[in-house]
């Protein structure tokens, strides 16, 4: 079991929109603006696509965008396009004792 | 450009170590931390901890203290995660990758990762 909550699965058509939750406690998610999004493909390393909960590195579509409301953080997709097509993991500072991090259990998106 | 890139495949017994490299390219290798995420096939991803290449710090995920340890070698820009009293549980691929110094939160770029067999 994940420390961070994710739907297993998520699907939209080219075009649309879709938003993956990740939820989390107010030890991780709710006290840290530090929830950070990847993408990863089928046998490839991850991507960083988010960071620090809404900031796009360099290189990074405007069609991704991250956002928090409470211990819940959130990536909405606009735009979808077939390459989008992946797994999608979210993770969160959870504090300093041991510098723990955690991470969602990850969502399938699957553009239709 | 920023690259991570990691060691070969490695087949290991139940009770042994394994030790995976990770050498960085493209900027100043004391300059940001390396983390070590693993990932059991099929399934998610898992932070292990963190180490600073420029103090040699480190700082584990509760879960692995004890049978992990991450050091590094500045003269060659490279990072070690060594595993310790392998189980089948531990087959997985391991990644290295790149955070910022202080609170671990972001990581980017990914090395190619390694997968570690853990089999009698």
């Known amino acids: 079991q994940s420390a961070l909550t994710q739907p297993a699965s998520v699907s939209g058509s080219p075009g649309q929109s879709i938003t993956i939750s990740c939820t989390g406690t107010s030890s991780d998610v709710g006290s840290y603006n530090l929830v950070s999004w990847y993408q990863q493909h089928p046998g490839k390393a991850p991507k960083l696509m988010i960071y620090e909960g809404s900031k796009r590195p360099s290189g990074v579509s405007n069609r991704f965008s991250g956002s928090k409301s409470g211990n819940t953080a959130s990536l909405t997709i606009s735009g979808l396009q077939a390459e989008d097509e992946a797994d999608y993991y979210c993770?969160?500072?959870?504090?300093?004792?041991?510098?723990?991090?955690?991470f969602g259990g990850g969502t399938k998106l699957t553009v239709l | 450009q920023v690259q991570l890139v990691q060691s070969g495949a490695e087949v290991k017994k139940p009770g042994a170590s394994v030790k995976v490299s990770c050498k960085a390219s493209?900027?100043?290798?004391?300059?940001?931390?390396i983390n070590w995420v693993r990932q059991a096939t099929g399934q998610g991803l898992e932070w292990m901890g963190w180490m600073n290449p420029n103090s040699g710090n480190t700082g584990y995920a509760q879960k692995f203290q004890g049978r992990v340890t991450m050091t590094r070698n500045t003269s060659i820009s490279t990072a070690y995660m060594e595993l310790s009293s392998l189980r089948s549980e531990d087959t997985a691929v391991y990644y290295c990758?790149?955070?910022?110094?202080?609170?671990?939160?972001?990581?980017?770029?990914w090395g190619q990762g390694t997968l570690v067999t853990v089999s009698s």
């Open positions: 493209g900027y100043t290798f004391t300059s940001y931390d």
């Open positions: 990758a790149r955070g910022i110094v202080g609170a671990p939160n972001w990581f980017d770029p």
């Open positions: 993770c969160s500072y959870a504090g300093s004792s041991t510098f723990k991090v955690v």
